[in-house]
């Protein structure tokens, strides 16, 4: 995997010599009206609004989370998010980016019918997942037939665990653009982040490790591979986590949740209606801002997205938008 050197920071600031000079307004000028000063959150408003891709449905409501979690201050923020199409990209160049999954079975660690059965899976069961006529309960048995399915293919190929950084290192995967900014601002400030996933962790950590994003305070949750004394795949650990049964999966990690009761702010990042639970476990939670990326059949689901999370990013490949809101909560 190629490590993406796009690093979005916040633009520099004048300094103030270099200000004065270049707008000293000459003597004979007309007197200039000062503007009415902007507060903090109309100056991080007018920073947002600028992404054409963003969507919110109710500013006052976003307003008042925003400033109430700003209050508190980033001492009491914790980030939860998505990874897969959340935290990577969704597609790059109109092609589209591997999932956890993806880049295993786009690698040499897979037999050619191995990965012809499991794009059958996927040409059945994805268009299920994003289908908006079909509610959670109707989808839920078949996200665990799917994921049940394919981790018992994965299993039988006998993967090795030597093998598993270099799949990630020939794979097309890729963070969003200005995820160096995300991760090492959150780190620099103590922010923790949970990394909540329906994936494969043992991939997702290559992922952020190759990319050199895997700080201190980072945690996963996700399916994680289970290997022999030799190294080869024999199962995988645990109950299973998919993509709508993430609030379960949250109330078994109780455990990591009490470590940060005094973490009552969350900042939730997803890309899917069942990412939307993911903060399920968050013990004497205050606040919640929940950002959703719509990657995927916009016109069908964007009602849904603009209905359930408070900022929705309609097909925006990038961090600015998380990254402007840590910005914000953190100055």
Known sequence: MRKNKN???????????????????????PKRTESPQLTPFEIFFKEIEKFSKLHIKDRDRVQEILQSMQKAGSKTLQVISDFDMTLTRFEYNGKRCPTCHNILERSDAISSDCKKKLQELLDKYYPIEIDST?????????????????????????????????????????????????FDHLNEHSIPLLIFSAGIGDILEEVIRQTEVFHPNVKVISNYMDFDESGVLKAFKGELIHIYNKKEGALLNTGHFQELRTRTNVLLLGDSLGDLNMADGVQDMENILKIGFLNDKVEERKQSYLDSYDIVLIKDETLDVPNAVIRFLTE
């Open 7 to 29: 690093k979005r920071q916040p633009a520099k600031r004048k300094g103030a010599s270099q200000t004065q000079n270049s707008k000293r307004p000459r003597s004979d000028s």
């Open 134 to 182: 079909l509610s959670v309960e109707e989808k839920l048995p078949l996200m665990v037939e799917w994921w049940t399915k394919a981790h018992e293919l994965l299993v039988n190929q006998k993967i090795k665990k030597a093998g598993l950084a270099k799949a990630v290192k020939d794979s097309e995967a890729k963070l969003r653009d200005g995820y160096q900014y995300f």
